[in-house]
């Protein structure tokens, strides 16, 4: 008798032989295409997409604008290096996001590849902008797999057997309440944790010595811990008394996903340096670093660049996305989302003690899993086994946090009502059946 595999399956049979095991996979989905929040993969299932290709798809999968602009740009110009001929797109998109996020009164833009570059040239520049060496970073953060990012980065399991890694890099922990707050009211906690940053310029490094602080005000990987308002005006302060820069990633928040433009909006702080990708393309690979024209205009000309930053077509696409997302209101989209979310896991927290916590910051939401109760005991085992059979009923999800025990929600803003409600009642009904409830 003759067995016959899925397609889904044979692709991962044909992945294995091909591709590096260090190219984790944290869902066991195909794709091959998609529009809005659907996916359809390689056997020809509908699936919901609650994971947007890790943050990507704010605006949807394939909204037509940005698939017109990509095709009609493509058949124009694909490439040139931008140091050896100016494109007028890098500039048209640079007008876009000085537009949307000015950074003081004077904003420059700078256009990468990718996230990961976008924080290894904002190091560099502020490095150069202020003569010094010292980056602060947090526990918890996630800035990418590259050198620098990598040393950013806090989880080991990005980093393992990768070093040695970048110096002069200091790390401090992020305030996260839920863990490590027992017995405090989270304004003591905070208060506490805001000592410790003041304390840590005695026992660690002068401020003198220090460059910039490279902090995400929702921590992506490291399971959607928001930062509090005081510790951020803290950070602002600091940097501003001793001339320090202060530098937000705004990655995987950006561009709707907190329901505004940035997540420092809802602080009222601007930064120095911000750093962007994910959503920004529409699906294409670009990023960007923005920021005050002083801070920007300290890189050594020769010290920033490379081939592809600011490819015509992905220019094209992020100007075109950025566009669609102000015609449909993308930010009040990610307010809508994000409430819908919010009401949904705080009321499957008071039906599944395994829900230890509900947080984050506009569409930008996550639950963490935990055993007996117990913020000290993560439950990554049955995140695992949620992700895998929410799968099977059509939904992809996926993890985040230092210990994987965070369900995070990235779905498309674009979502439909119905769609939303369709993915978390296969997300709330497969969390309850394998907790036995």
Same mark, same amino acid.
Not at 340 to 345: A, D, L, Y
């Given at each position: 008798?003759?067995?016959?595999?899925?397609?889904?399956?044979?692709?991962?049979?044909?992945?294995? @032989?091909?591709?590096?095991?260090?190219?984790?996979?944290?869902?066991?989905?195909?794709?091959? $295409?998609?529009? &809005?929040?659907?996916?359809?993969?390689?056997?020809?299932?509908?699936?919901?997409?609650?994971?947007?290709?890790?943050?990507?798809?704010?605006?949807?999968?394939?909204?037509?604008?940005?698939?017109?602009?990509?095709?009609?740009?493509?058949?124009?110009?694909?490439?040139?290096?931008?140091?050896?001929?100016?494109?007028?797109?890098?500039?048209? %998109?640079?007008? @876009?996001?000085?537009?949307?996020?000015?950074?003081?009164?004077?904003?420059?833009?700078?256009?990468?590849?990718?996230?990961?570059?976008?924080?290894?040239?904002?190091?560099? +520049?502020?490095?150069?902008?202020?003569?010094?060496?010292?980056?602060?970073?947090?526990?918890?953060?996630?800035?990418?797999?590259?050198?620098?990012?990598?040393?950013?980065?806090?989880?080991?399991?990005?980093?393992?057997?990768?070093?040695?890694?970048?110096?002069?890099?200091?790390?401090?922990?992020?305030?996260?309440?839920?863990?490590?707050?027992?017995?405090?009211?989270?304004?003591?906690?905070?208060?506490?944790?805001?000592?410790?940053?003041?304390?840590?310029?005695?026992?660690?490094?002068?401020?003198?010595?220090?460059?910039?602080?490279?902090?995400?005000?929702?921590?992506?990987?490291?399971?959607?811990?928001?930062?509090?308002?005081?510790?951020?005006?803290?950070?602002?302060? +600091?940097?501003?008394?001793?001339?320090?820069?202060?530098?937000?990633?705004?990655?995987?928040? &950006?561009?709707?996903?907190?329901?505004?433009?940035?997540?420092?909006?809802?602080?009222?702080?601007?930064?120095?340096?911000?750093?962007?990708?994910?959503?920004?393309?529409?699906?294409?690979?670009?990023?960007?670093?923005?920021?005050?024209?002083?801070?920007?205009?300290?890189?050594?000309?020769?010290? *920033?660049?490379?081939?592809?930053?600011?490819?015509?077509?992905?220019?094209?696409?992020?100007?075109?996305?950025?566009?669609?997302?102000?015609?449909?209101?993308?930010?009040?989209?990610? @307010?809508?989302?994000?409430?819908?979310?919010?009401?949904?896991?705080?009321?499957?927290?008071?039906?599944?003690?395994?829900?230890?916590?509900?947080?984050?910051?506009?569409?930008?939401?996550?639950?963490?899993?935990?055993?007996?109760?117990?913020?000290?005991?993560?439950?990554?085992?049955?995140?695992?086994?949620? *992700?895998?059979?929410?799968?099977?009923?059509?939904?992809?999800?996926?993890?985040?946090?230092?210990?994987?025990?965070?369900?995070?929600?990235?779905?498309?803003?674009?979502?439909?009502?119905?769609?939303? $409600?369709?993915? %978390?009642?296969?997300?709330?009904?497969? %969390?309850?059946?394998?907790?036995?409830?």
């Amino acid at each position: 008798m003759t067995t016959t595999i899925s397609k889904s399956k044979s692709l991962y049979e044909r992945r294995k @032989k091909l591709v590096p095991d260090a190219l984790g996979i944290f869902n066991p989905s195909t794709a091959v $295409r998609a529009k &809005g929040a659907r996916i359809w993969d390689a056997d020809g299932r509908e699936l919901i997409d609650f994971a947007g290709g890790i943050g990507v798809m704010n605006a949807g999968h394939c909204p037509a604008p940005v698939v017109k602009a990509v095709q009609q740009q493509a058949a124009k110009l694909m490439h040139s290096c931008f140091n050896v001929s100016l494109t007028e797109t890098y500039l048209d %998109l640079a007008e @876009k996001l000085v537009e949307l996020l000015p950074h003081g009164d004077f904003t420059k833009v700078l256009l990468t590849n990718s996230g990961a570059e976008a924080v290894e040239n904002a190091i560099k +520049i502020a490095r150069m902008a202020t003569g010094r060496q010292g980056i602060l970073c947090f526990t918890g953060a996630f800035h990418g797999r590259t050198m620098m990012a990598m040393t950013l980065t806090a989880k080991t399991k990005n980093k393992t057997s990768c070093g040695p890694f970048a110096p002069e890099v200091y790390r401090l922990e992020y305030p996260y309440y839920y863990r490590y707050g027992a017995g405090l009211s989270e304004e003591k906690y905070v208060a506490g944790q805001i000592q410790r940053l003041h304390d840590f310029f005695h026992y660690h490094a002068a401020p003198s010595q220090m460059a910039a602080v490279i902090v995400e005000l929702v921590q992506g990987e490291g399971g959607f811990t928001v930062m509090p308002p005081a510790y951020l005006q803290a950070l602002r302060d +600091i940097c501003d008394q001793h001339g320090m820069l202060l530098i937000i990633d705004e990655v995987q928040s &950006g561009f709707g996903r907190t329901g505004a433009w940035a997540a420092f909006h809802h602080y009222g702080i601007t930064p120095d340096i911000s750093t962007w990708a994910k959503s920004m393309g529409g699906g294409m690979p670009i990023g960007a670093v923005i920021g005050k024209a002083a801070v920007m205009d300290a890189a050594i000309a020769g010290t *920033i660049g490379g081939t592809y930053p600011g490819n015509p077509v992905c220019c094209a696409a992020a100007l075109a996305t950025i566009r669609y997302m102000e015609t449909i209101d993308i930010n009040a989209k990610g @307010k809508k989302v994000g409430n819908m979310v919010r009401r949904r896991f705080e009321a499957m927290k008071k039906k599944c003690p395994a829900i230890g916590n509900v947080r984050g910051l506009g569409a930008m939401l996550a639950f963490e899993l935990v055993k007996n109760g117990d913020p000290r005991q993560p439950d990554a085992e049955l995140a695992n086994r949620l *992700i895998a059979a929410c799968e099977e009923k059509g939904l992809i999800i996926i993890s985040a946090g230092t210990f994987g025990n965070c369900i995070r929600v990235l779905s498309p803003l674009v979502i439909e009502e119905k769609l939303l $409600r369709k993915g %978390l009642d296969i997300l709330e009904e497969t %969390l309850l059946e394998l907790c036995e409830l």
